[in-house]
């Protein structure tokens, strides 16, 4: 009897502890992503973007739904820019404002560099202010 009586205090010490590790990991992971969304409120995608530029690794940012990326990847390739889905769904206001000024920074440079017709074909039309983009 006392024997049974360790075990089972042991198995239920066990499942707690796994219980509290579960929670806690999924409490971490939310917290992590809650501090990537709100760090876009300071971060500077033009600033980004021309750095990305002078170093060779350009990106198309896309947030939100995204279902198209492997043929936007093909089609970008012909620029040698590479598709960056980031924040996933969730998307806030600062993400769209800093997805504006990066992806608008990328825009231009490729008008300067190849003309409107060639960037439009590959990139295209002109991204759209966040205050103006329809929502959903």
Not at 22 to 34: D, G, N, T
Not at 88 to 100: E, K, L, N, Q
Request: glycine share 6%; hydrophobic share 40%.
């Amino acid at each position: 009897m006392k024997r049974s009586v360790i075990v089972l205090c042991t198995a239920v010490f066990v499942v707690c502890v796994a219980a509290w590790m579960v929670a806690w990991s999924k409490r971490h992971a939310v917290a992590s992503q809650i501090a990537e969304y709100e760090s876009y409120e300071h971060r500077d995608g033009r600033k980004e973007a021309e750095v990305d530029i002078a170093q060779g690794q350009v990106k198309w940012k896309v947030c939100g739904l995204y279902s198209s990326e492997s043929e936007d990847a093909t089609r970008l390739k012909r620029l040698g820019v590479q598709v960056d889905w980031f924040a996933g769904c969730i998307v806030s206001d600062a993400i769209y404002r800093y997805r504006y000024a990066y992806n608008s920074t990328v825009y231009s440079h490729f008008v300067r560099l190849v003309g409107k017709e060639i960037t439009e074909a590959v990139l295209g039309a002109q991204p759209i202010p966040p205050a103006d983009e329809p929502k959903g």
